[in-house]
């Protein structure tokens, strides 16, 4: 279906033979240098990246020395860009990080909520267990804001306020890897309570060909780029610790092996960056390749097909890799009685810059 609503359908869903939703997308693949080699609807959307923009806010993190300072490890740094499942594994690690960084989880400025995972909050049901700050999603990232704040001697108490060192220090630091100047990003709260980015998705997009180029370069690069490669190389090497079992980020950096990373962002922004090859070289890429993903209506069952779906047209990967991923691309629709009740379609199109020209 190509119809438009606010801009171009990329998926359909179906009951039966009936049209039940449609779903409005933009997207942007850029290079390392930031040139739009490819689009679909709306690729300056102005996107709210939610959680997506975690690696360039650990990014202003790990500048200011704390990971060193406090003794925090590869896998710390991968929670700190993740938005995990609370699994005990995740948990443990942010109470880890809190106490490497001398504080305490009453210090951390988010709060407990329901897991993203249906296994642990059976099992918290089970337990009757209420989950704490660090059980959040996004305790990775506040453990870490709290050690970044210590790093730079300011104090701790309001680290997640807009004015606060560290997050001016955070709101410059998106900016500049985002090759904007700091007034052209504007500023929301986000779930997890710190501030939250919007910028041009294709900026986003420019972003994680950063941090995949940083990881093909090579020991002498500049200290922005060894950053972003220390980033990637954390994500990919604990994908586990970026979401957990049954998530797609970690299922789509188990599956490629280190060739790209991918993070999702609340409702329904994805971003994806692929270190360079023959295959992206191919695309007219020079340097990594970067791929953002906006679906208007949140729905990231929809947001994962598309992603999914990008990676077959760009032809990334192997037929092998990508088929891991057949089950977040194509995804069953059943009712309570495992019926098959209808189905998703997929229409997104991606077009050479140069034709729309």
Not at 62 to 82: K, Q
Not at 173 to 179: I, L, R
Not at 202 to 231: G, P, T, V
Not at 306 to 332: C, H, K, M, N, Y
């Amino acid at each position: 279906m190509t119809g438009r609503v606010n801009g171009p359908v990329a998926a359909t869903t179906y009951r039966g033979d009936a049209i039940e939703n449609t779903h409005v997308a933009h997207l942007a693949v850029v290079d390392a240098q930031g040139g739009l080699l490819y689009g679909f609807g709306d690729p300056s959307r102005m996107t709210l990246a939610r959680s997506a923009a975690k690696p360039a806010q650990a990014l202003a993190v790990l500048e200011t020395g704390a990971l060193e300072r406090f003794g925090f490890e590869e896998a710390d740094l991968a929670l700190m860009c993740g938005s995990h499942n609370s699994e005990d594994r995740h948990i443990e690690r942010a109470r880890q990080m809190i106490a490497k960084a001398n504080a305490s989880e009453a210090d951390l400025r988010c709060g407990g909520h329901a897991p993203i995972s249906d296994a642990v909050y059976r099992s918290w049901i089970k337990r009757d267990f209420t989950p704490g700050a660090v059980c959040s999603n996004c305790s990775g990232k506040h453990a870490g804001m709290l050690a970044g704040a210590q790093a730079i001697g300011a104090d701790v108490q309001d680290y997640h306020k807009a004015d606060h060192p560290l997050q001016l220090r955070v709101k410059h630091t998106v900016a500049d890897v985002c090759d904007l100047p700091d007034e052209a990003v504007q500023w929301a709260v986000d779930g997890c309570n710190l501030p939250t980015p919007a910028f041009p998705l294709e900026r986003l997009a420019r972003l994680y060909a950063k941090l995949a180029d940083a990881a093909a370069q090579s020991s002498e690069a500049s200290a922005r780029s060894a950053a972003l490669a220390r980033i990637y190389r954390a994500m990919t090497r604990y994908p586990e610790m970026v979401a957990g079992e049954g998530r797609f980020c970690t299922a789509l950096m188990r599956s490629f092996d280190g060739a790209l990373v991918g993070k999702l962002g609340a409702e329904a922004s994805y971003a994806i960056g692929v270190r360079p090859n023959e295959q992206t070289a191919r695309l007219g890429a020079k340097g990594a390749l970067g791929i953002a993903v906006k679906v208007e209506d949140g729905n990231t069952t929809v947001l994962y097909a598309v992603v999914a779906q990008l990676l077959t047209q760009l032809d990334i990967g192997t037929a092998a890799q990508r088929a891991q991923l057949e089950s977040f691309r194509a995804p069953p629709m059943r009712n309570t009685m495992g019926v098959e009740t209808g189905r998703l379609a997929l229409s997104v199109a991606l077009e050479p810059v140069s034709a729309k020209q």
